[in-house]
T-cell receptor
Framework: AQSVAQPEDQVNVAEGNPLTVKCTYSVSGNPYLFWYVQYPNRGLQFLLKYITGDNLVKGSYGFEAEFNKSQTSFHLKKPSALVSDSALYFCAAATGGGNKLTFGTGTQLKVEL | EAQVTQNPRYLITVTGKKLTVTCSQNMNHEYMSWYRQDPGLGLRQIYYSMNVEVTDKGDVPEGYKVSRKEKRNFPLILESPSPNQTSLYFC?????????FGDGTRLSIL
């Protein structure tokens, strides 16, 4: 069975500092990996995905994620955090065609002035 | 505007009373799926559909039904709702994976 772990329930970072939200996965076969963001009272918004190719994936709003096969990780990063980045972030993984997704439990990102 | 529309947004109902949550997308996507979100558990996939008349179970399909008679619509049916189905539900669509989500339906089953 596939699983996704987001080891931090909350991450706090000062505005302007780099941010990292961690994700590790366990799937059989080649993984499809995703990051989504959820703002209060809204659905999830797609940020980026890795299917194959370059290990560094660039996405929306200046976010990027690095696929590390040996560590089975797919951490989300941004060089300079904004207060408006404060939200709930979900990592997800799948195999095969990528249509049966397993989500992590989410990480609350708080960016402070 | 690209949209996934869910209705209703909020519903309080009683155990055993059949209900349907509708989901419609205007992007001509083949893939649609349903999730429930519960505190501490993240999102769990209920059902997904790769195209018209093609549906498959996710991780938590028990107590739910879906149908995909048209490409744009993917309703979620609770034939006999129970209190453990109280949750926040999301519909999503995309080319092969979920990329666009609805704003959610909060269901309370008393």
């Amino acid at each position: 069975a596939q699983s996704v772990a987001q080891p931090e329930d909350q991450v706090n970072v000062a505005e302007g500092n780099p941010l990292t939200v961690k994700c590790t996965y366990s799937v059989s076969g080649n993984p499809y990996l995703f990051w989504y963001v959820q703002y209060p009272n809204r659905g999830l918004q797609f940020l980026l995905k890795y299917i194959t190719g370059d290990n560094l994936v660039k996405g929306s709003y200046g976010f990027e994620a690095e696929f590390n096969k040996s560590q089975t990780s797919f951490h989300l990063k941004k060089p300079s955090a904004l207060v408006s980045d404060s939200a709930l972030y979900f990592c997800a993984a799948a195999t095969g065609g990528g249509n049966k997704l397993t989500f992590g439990t989410g990480t609350q990102l708080k960016v402070e002035l | 505007e690209a949209q996934v529309t869910q209705n209703p947004r909020y519903l309080i109902t009683v155990t055993g009373k059949k209900l349907t949550v509708t989901c419609s997308q205007n992007m001509n996507h083949e893939y649609m799926s349903w999730y429930r979100q519960d505190p501490g558990l993240g999102l769990r996939q209920i059902y997904y559909s790769m195209n018209v008349e093609v549906t498959d179970k996710g991780d938590v399909p028990e107590g739910y039904k879906v149908s995909r008679k048209e490409k744009r619509n993917f309703p979620l049916i609770l034939e006999s709702p129970s209190p453990n189905q109280t949750s926040l539900y999301f519909c999503a669509s995309g080319k092969n994976q979920p990329q666009h989500f609805g704003d959610g339906t909060r269901l309370s089953i008393l």
